[in-house]
């Protein structure tokens, strides 16, 4: 690694007289959000609604072009993502002055924020998931399952960037203070907000309605959640961050719960089994928020803990407090007064078959035994631990960024 | 939503492979209105996929078709919206269109026709299941490969330059320490990124085999208690993917089952290697096992068996089997029961003309030139007495002019084909009424979920001699298919004369 440190002592100035770890330069315009920032979260977030969008196309339209506006979206976040990424770290290299360099690393002898490459790395992602995508579904059928291959390396893909634009904002974000440092920080709260709409689309397999009432479902929810919350919340100032990260999730998926079926469409595939005659939305959110405020209560007075204590006691909060919320929550959703634009029980996608548990407003019970119910329930409580822990982990190595 | 979905997917599969063994395409003659269309219907590799839909008109003056695939069960008003099929410019009375199947099961195409004979509409029954999974072209497979070893390589260095440097204050070099770190995060994540490609090709090989278990026709198991042939659903259960087990009974026990032709089920024994023996049978519920059927008297040997069912959606799916059989002394053959012995399958020319029992023949009447395999073809016999003239005493056999089987002689292919096409007669009903908007949709207490049997349409009061489907004449009679591929088949066609059943053998080789 010696070409390493020489090749930054060539490239940061005044290379030669700063002792290695003992100086740093001044950095300028820290004031001012990089224009990196900007098109990192816009290309997150037009990901996060075209994969929405595109979810609710398969839903109530069914299989399309390519070329629908959905997957346009998607693919415009992996490229503005990709294409800006690679300028700012080409940019950096070939053109960047001392302070660009001074806060950046080195990769394969190009030199940018790690954010940068974080992002290029999920770009890249992203377009080998096409081809690999694309011949899944030839050699297996379309869609028999979200969580496949190829679909794991799109998602892959997309933390790739999200998480890049997270970090992209970090460096800047922590070497500001004041009124720099709060706007950088909303655009990172932002950035996370989408992160958590895309981890709850990833596993709405398992968080329908009728699932509400399994174990399984809180183990998913425990394994996926936490880690985001508390990760993104640790490295953020804000005590309230769990609860904006939930609120931003809660809101978007209301809006579209709410703007969707406003827009006419019908199915073009068969066979139909569900007249559809506007988009179908996904359903109403989950009640993330009601254990992310009591995890922002219960933080902000155990900072002087250990890190697994931390985490037994936030992971333990999130879950119990996420079942006493949303267990009584899907009782109401499956009742006849849920039945209406508001809650949007009653929306089907178009191969929803009649007699399907769905149709008729009742829960799909997955555990055999209450033995069993309780041994995944126990398995959901040690991934609630166990994702918080990751959290804190991540969090506390996002706090540390500088570059 | 998709797990349901999932589990809804597998069971269907599972419970509609396979629809004929290793003969998907469908091939149907019918009327839409006043147009007669020779339908072919190519169907798709794998399930979501698109089925590939020709249509011939014999009827001059259509302008335009629509097409679209439909549940069974059902009203059109559930139909998707319909695509408007291409005319061949060389053939105007030839039109092709594509359809999605998004669902293994049951379905029907939904075919409107318009033209200067008004509107008709007809219902091509069919189902859909994967039947296998497509290989990785090289230059794809290296292209994939090249970009798996440059994301691993790009995560592994990423891993190292966020420990090396990123923690670093803008312009401090990295020390020796932060270099070390640098290294230990590349090997720690190095190995991280094994075990996840690891992972990753454990989970897509399991995933191989859950979707080439759902490729097989189900298997039976067979077993002979004196002269009776019993039939049990295969041992134990099934795991999906998802890790949930079904039971076999679950799926197609009785009473999920509809009758076609007034039989639950149809079963065709054949001796292999030479398809020298064939009877076609009905066996019958079995309350110790699931069907049961008394044997005639066969001789000893190793027996095929095929056995076509139909679904309470449709799906006509056919299950698969073998037995090796003493001589079993049996009973005479009753009701539709029939069958023969026949000469060994012959390898060289083709045979065109069986002699019948009365003394009496049948004659295909196959056309000059090769035979091409997935081509629609119709498939005429005529049938003479002894004298050489034509029969004038054919019957409706279960409903129909007659019934053939085309057999490829390696046995890996399969299709019992009626003469409006190689469809479920009790798929067509379905499709029929579903063409009726009146028609009450599936409720959930008539679903297969249910365990309850839907009301088929009643089976029409057998037809006058010229009336019976596939009629050509009173002494003609013809099928619809198309072979799946190269090989030598042979086809056994039955009629009914005068009360007694006639069974036909002849010999193709198709190139």
């Not at chain 1, 849920?338 to 008729?360: L, Q």
């Not at chain 2, 003969?23 to 149907?28: E, G, T």
């Not at chain 2, 497509?134 to 490969?145: S, Y």
């Amino acid at each position: 690694m010696e070409r390493v440190s020489t090749q930054a002592q060539t490239h940061l100035e005044p290379p030669a007289s700063i002792p290695a770890g003992k100086q740093t330069l001044a950095l300028k315009h820290t004031s001012a959000i990089p224009w990196y920032v900007y098109t990192s979260f816009f290309a997150t977030a037009s990901a996060v609604f075209g994969l929405y969008w595109d979810i609710s196309w398969h839903m109530s339209i069914g299989r399309d072009s390519f070329w629908t506006p959905a997957h346009l979206m998607v693919q415009f976040g992996a490229v503005l993502a990709g294409f800006s990424c690679a300028w700012l770290i080409l940019h950096t290299t070939f053109r960047g002055d001392a302070i660009a360099k001074s806060a950046s690393v080195g990769f394969w002898g190009f030199r940018g924020p790690l954010g940068a490459f974080i992002a290029a790395w999920g770009g890249l992602a992203m377009l080998t998931s096409a081809p690999f995508d694309n011949w899944w579904h030839n050699a297996y059928g379309l869609d028999v399952t979200i969580i496949s291959p190829p679909h794991t390396v799109l998602l892959l893909g997309m933390i790739g960037i999200q998480v890049g634009g997270l970090i992209l904002a970090l460096g800047p974000m922590n070497r500001s203070e004041g009124g720099a440092r709060s706007r950088l920080e909303k655009m990172f709260l932002a950035t996370g907000g989408l992160i958590l709409i895309q981890i709850a689309m990833f596993i709405m397999e398992y968080s329908v309605v009728p699932l509400q009432h399994n174990a399984k479902f809180y183990r998913a929810v425990s394994l996926a959640v936490p880690i985001v919350l508390v990760g993104i919340a640790t490295a953020a100032r804000d005590r309230w961050a769990c609860t904006i990260l939930a609120g931003i999730y809660s809101s978007f998926w209301l809006a579209m719960l709410w703007i969707f079926p406003m827009f006419p469409a019908s199915p073009k595939l068969g066979p139909v089994y569900q007249h559809i005659t506007h988009m179908v939305p996904l359903w109403f959110p989950l009640l993330l928020i009601v254990p992310a405020i009591a995890v922002d209560l219960v933080r902000g007075k155990i900072g002087t803990l250990g890190k697994w204590w931390q985490a037994i006691l936030l992971g333990t909060v999130f879950l119990s407090v996420f079942i006493a919320a949303q267990w009584p929550f899907a009782n109401f959703l499956q009742m006849p007064a849920a039945r209406n634009w508001i809650f949007g029980s009653d929306y089907f996608e178009y191969s929803i078959r009649p007699e399907s548990t769905f149709v008729h407003h009742l829960f799909f019970p997955e555990e055999a035994t209450r033995a069993e119910f309780w041994q995944k329930m126990s398995v959901a409580l040690l991934a609630a631990i166990i994702s918080t822990r990751l959290g804190l982990a991540w969090g506390d190595w996002m706090r540390r960024i500088r570059r | 939503m998709r797990k349901i979905a999932w589990l809804a997917l597998f069971l269907l599969v599972a419970t509609a492979a396979l629809a004929h063994v290793g003969s998907q395409d469908i091939y149907y003659e019918g009327n839409a209105g006043p147009y007669h269309l020779y339908v072919t219907v190519h169907m798709p590799q794998t399930i979501p996929g698109i089925a590939k839909v020709e249509m011939r008109s014999a009827t001059g003056g259509i302008r335009e078709i629509h097409i679209a695939p439909m549940a069974l069960l059902g009203s059109t008003k559930l139909s998707p919206v319909p695509d408007l099929v291409q005319r061949s410019k060389a053939d105007p009375q030839f039109f092709t269109g594509n359809v999605w199947l998004m669902e293994a099961s049951g379905f029907q195409v939904h075919i409107q026709a318009d033209g200067d004979l008004g509107h008709g509409e007809l219902g091509v029954p069919g189902t859909a299941m994967p039947q296998g999974i497509l290989p990785m072209q090289q230059a794809l497979g290296t292209v994939l490969f090249v970009l798996m070893l440059l994301l691993a390589a790009g995560l592994v260095s990423i891993m190292g330059a966020s420990a090396r440097e990123a923690q670093l204050e803008p312009g401090v070099v990295p020390t020796t320490r932060n270099v070390r770190r640098g290294w230990i995060a590349m090997a720690a994540a190095a190995v991280v990124v094994a075990v996840m490609l690891i992972l990753g090709n454990l989970w897509w090989s399991a995933d191989r085999r859950s979707h080439l278990m759902l490729t097989r026709p189900v298997r039976l198991r067979a077993s002979l208690q004196g002269s009776r042939l019993v039939l049990d659903l295969p041992d134990g259960r099934v795991e999906t993917r998802r890790g949930v087990f079904v039971d076999w009974q679950r799926f197609l026990g009785i009473n999920l089952l509809i009758p076609d032709h007034n039989h639950l089920m149809h079963l065709f024994l054949v001796r292999s290697p030479m398809l020298d023996q064939f009877w076609h049978l009905h066996p019958t519920p079995d309350s110790r096992a699931w069907f049961s059927a008394s044997l005639p008297s066969l001789p000893a040997g190793h027996y095929q068996l095929f056995a076509d069912i139909v679904r309470i959606t449709g799906a006509a799916p056919t299950l698969i089997g073998e037995i090796d059989l003493p001589e079993v002394k049996g009973s005479d053959l009753v009701g539709d029961d029939a069958g023969t012995a026949a000469p060994p399958v012959s390898a060289g020319q083709d045979r065109t003309v069986s002699e019948l029992a009365d003394g009496g023949r049948m004659i295909w009447e196959r056309d000059p030139g090769p035979l091409k395999s997935r081509s629609f073809l119709s498939f005429c016999f005529r049938v003479e007495d002894k004298d050489g003239q034509p029969a004038r005493d054919l019957e409706p056999y279960m409903d129909m002019a007659g019934h053939a089987e085309f057999i490829r002689s390696d046995f890996s292919a399969f299709a019992h084909v009626h003469p409006m096409g190689n469809v479920a007669m009790a798929a067509v009903q379905l499709a029929d009424a579903s063409l009726d908007a009146n028609t009450p949709q599936l409720t959930a207490s008539e679903s297969s979920m249910s365990m309850h049997i839907p009301e088929v349409p009643e089976t029409p009061a057998p037809p006058s001699e010229m009336q019976m489907p596939g009629a050509r004449s009173g002494s003609e009679v013809s099928f619809p298919y198309g072979f799946p591929g190269p090989g030598t088949y042979r086809i056994f066609v039955q009629v009914k004369r005068r009360s007694h059943i006639e069974t036909g053998i002849f010999d193709a080789h198709v190139e």
